[in-house]
């Protein structure tokens, strides 16, 4: 798959984003995509579409809180679907901006 992406990986245009891209960026971090990344990535998705916000690790944890479940929105939780920074690999994987406070 050719896309174009920045030096840290994100996509130059959102609008290139589709499931197989998500798979594509996920397989280029050594992530298989599985059920639970797929409901954090849409709950990303869709609170991007609804603020144009790519959020930090605080709000993430919130939203998935929120978007999917109580139990799920954890940063334990997202570090194991998401390691070393949840808030950034699942926003690139996504196809979002990198979160502006993230390091």
């Known amino acids: ?3 174009e992406t920045d030096k840290d990986g ?3 245009h959102l609008s290139d984003w589709s499931p197989n891209t998500a798979k ?3 397989h280029s971090e050594g992530i298989t995509l599985e059920a639970e990344h797929w409901e954090v990535i849409n709950a990303l998705r869709a609170f991007y579409a609804d603020t144009g916000i790519s959020p930090a690790m605080r709000i993430l ?3 998935v ?3 999917v479940s109580l139990d799920k929105g954890n940063s334990i939780h997202l570090l194991t679907l998401f390691p070393d920074s949840p808030a950034k690999l699942a926003a690139k994987i996504a196809g979002l901006p990198r979160p502006t406070n993230c390091l």
Do not use: F
């Open 65 to 67: 809180k929120q978007r």
């Open 10 to 12: 994100y996509l130059t």
């Open 61 to 63: 944890v919130k939203i």
């Open 1 to 3: 798959m050719q896309l």
């Open 24 to 26: 594509w960026l996920a």
